[in-house]
């Protein structure tokens, strides 16, 4: 290698070495060329095929991991971001790139991070085909790195979802989230760390454990669980609750003039909300428009197959709860308390 490369900061052997390592973790020795290939023959869908991109970083939640010196799990929420984001357009995820910039090659926290993309792509169920990491010295700090993603699924086209099938009455199934997933961590920051100095040690008793266990929650995905559904048509609209919560995310799956009603209390939130929002003083509405309230992904159903979508989330063994529903109004979220009789 160049010694007057490596002088400047930039180590090509520990990069060989993360190349080596990623084939090993993957399973894929073509990994390392100068493209990733898929075989379209392994999709198996017929008919009109689309293909349904999508890309996505970690956001903020890295300096967490960075904080903590635990990297095993980031790379499950990279995943997860992107492959929820193609699930709830109504396709199957096929395969999966990343790219890692960062300002020194640790060699044992580049596996540690690529183990993590891996196991996310296990659960997926997508392959992983390729990638990039870039070592940059002067761009991030010695610890630093940032991480982002791309997914590619395939659907027939007559099979995607639109907000145009929803429907008054539809219902709103909620699939609950394992905790704040990887969004709104700039606020979550601010709040534990810049207005009250907690460290990642805190242990909390209503979370009965401390903030890193608590903040490093890998992101949940659902493509196993929900792909049954799509293959029996069975969903009118789906929502991946993201950056912009869940007022923001459902209303994206919902046509003019509809709206989607949650019943607060008919599912139960993580404790680390009710906690950020006491401590930050927030109010409902930065809380709705920021984090997920603890579902992580929003089905809208209708009526006559709500019985069918249940008994196949119970066979998958997903937990779910019936959130709301669909009415006609121009707002196209909105919260009302629980009724009791």
Not at 284 to 297: H, I, K, M, Q
Request: with cysteine; aromatic share 6%.
């Amino acid at each position: 290698m160049s010694d007057a490369y490596k002088a400047a900061g930039v180590d090509l052997n520990a990069g060989y070495e993360v190349l080596k390592a990623v084939q090993q973790l993957s399973g894929n020795a073509q990994i390392g060329g100068f493209g990733g290939a898929f075989p379209l023959s392994d999709a198996a869908v017929a008919n009109e095929p689309v293909l349904v991109a999508g890309t996505d970083g970690v956001g903020t939640k890295l300096l967490i991991a960075i904080a903590a010196n635990q990297h095993t799990t980031i790379g499950i929420d990279l995943v997860a971001m992107c492959v929820n984001d193609i699930l709830a357009q109504g396709a199957r995820p096929q395969f999966f790139l990343d790219y890692l910039g960062l300002g020194h090659t640790n060699p044992q926290q580049v596996k540690a991070i690529l183990q993590g993309v891996v196991q996310g792509c296990e659960q997926a169920g997508v392959q992983l085909i390729g990638g990039e990491t870039a070592e940059m010295p002067d761009m991030y700090g010695a610890k630093h790195y940032d991480l982002a993603g791309f997914a590619v699924g395939i659907a027939n086209r007559a099979d995607l979802l639109a907000p145009t099938a929803v429907q008054a009455g539809d219902i709103l199934i909620g699939l609950p989230s394992n905790g704040l997933h990887a969004n709104g961590f700039s606020l979550v920051r601010d709040i534990l760390f810049k207005q009250h100095a907690f460290k990642l040690d805190q242990v909390f008793e209503v979370l009965g454990h401390d903030l890193q266990t608590e903040l490093l929650r890998p992101t949940q995905i659902y493509v196993n669980q929900v792909l049954p559904l799509l293959q029996q048509n069975l969903i009118a609209s789906m929502a991946h609750i993201t950056g912009g919560g869940l007022i923001e995310n459902v209303a994206r799956a919902l046509p003019p003039k509809l709206s989607a009603v949650f019943e607060m209390g008919s599912w139960p939130v993580p404790p680390i909300m009710p906690l950020l929002a006491e401590l930050g003083q927030l109010t409902p509405t930065d809380v709705r428009s920021t984090f997920n309230l603890g579902l992580g992904l929003v089905l809208i159903v209708h009526p006559a197959q709500l019985a069918a979508v249940q008994t196949i989330l119970t066979h998958q063994n997903q937990p779910y709860y019936q959130v709301g529903q669909v009415t006609v109004a121009d707002q196209p979220v909105q919260f009302q308390e629980a009724s009791h009789v």
